[in-house]
């Protein structure tokens, strides 16, 4: 009964867009594992080290997948800086009337209930980010956030957090602190190693378990893994590690 407060906030939500086959897979392969976690995990970043690696890609595919799957799963955007899903994905409400997300709540401009939205996915809701801001970490100073992420794990199985990448400024960290664990997602040959083992390290200095690493866009034609070495050093980070990629690379 509860939901229907939420009525008005009904969103209409453009295609997801269609994915090969291969990385399908490979998000439900992720998916399965993080249902293995135990169910102290509830609020999991996705984080990578630099821009474009593939975090909003995956954070939505994923959401997406275990809505689908029936797990009550609510997808945070809390790339405030530089978010682009409501445009990619075409998100709008389907009264028409002015959405509000994340920088709004953050703010104080509006309420949990007022930026939450359904989608067409029974099990799957949303909080988008509307307007970016210059500078995030301001917000996040408060403890706004914090009681977002508790009163969110209270109603969601599973609260998926597309964070900024942790290598510009300190707000992946501060958010990681309030999660139950990370996904790192590294961009195939675009990420130095150097930089991806700063990252794990960021991550433990936060106190945020690193669940897994995607290595994401692997060209599969170029021989798989490349200079990761299939990722043995940080293997024992990880209690599942997963990879997929799409097509052929760049678009
Ligand atoms: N595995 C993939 N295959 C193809 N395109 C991808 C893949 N992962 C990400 N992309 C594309 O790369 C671009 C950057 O990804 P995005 O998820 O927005 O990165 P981030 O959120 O880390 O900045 C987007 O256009 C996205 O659709
Ligand atoms: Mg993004």
Not at 1 to 8: L, P, V
Request: glycine share 10%; with cysteine.
């Amino acid at each position: 009964m509860q939901d229907f407060r939420y009525r008005n906030n009904n969103i209409e939500f453009g295609q997801t867009p269609q994915l090969p086959y291969s990385v399908q897979e490979a998000v439900n392969r992720l998916r399965i594992n993080i249902s293995f976690l135990g169910s102290d995990v509830r609020r999991i970043m996705i984080i990578s080290s630099e821009p474009n690696e593939g975090k909003s890609f995956l954070a939505m595919h994923l959401w997406n997948q275990m809505a689908e799957a029936g797990e009550k799963t609510i997808l945070v955007d809390a790339d405030m800086r530089n978010s682009n899903l409501v445009a990619k994905y075409d998100i709008k409400r389907e009264d028409g009337r002015e959405m509000k997300g994340t920088t709004h709540y953050l703010a104080g401009n509006a309420q949990i209930d007022e930026v939450l939205v359904h989608t067409k996915y029974g099990y799957g809701d949303l909080i988008p980010n509307v307007e970016n801001v210059i500078n995030p970490s301001l917000l996040l100073e408060t403890s706004k956030f914090e009681v977002l992420l508790e009163a969110l794990a209270k109603r969601y199985r599973y609260v998926f957090v597309d964070a900024p990448p942790l290598g510009i400024v300190s707000d992946g960290e501060r958010i990681g602190n309030m999660c139950d664990g990370a996904i790192l997602c590294v961009r195939s040959t675009a990420t130095p190693k150097g930089v991806v083992r700063e990252s794990v390290h960021q991550l433990e200095r936060a106190g945020c378990p690193l669940l897994g690493i995607v290595l994401n866009r692997v060209d599969e034609s170029k021989g798989g893994y490349g200079k990761y070495g299939k990722y043995g050093k940080y293997g024992h980070y990880g209690k599942y590690y997963s990879d997929y990629y799409y097509g052929n690379g760049d678009r």
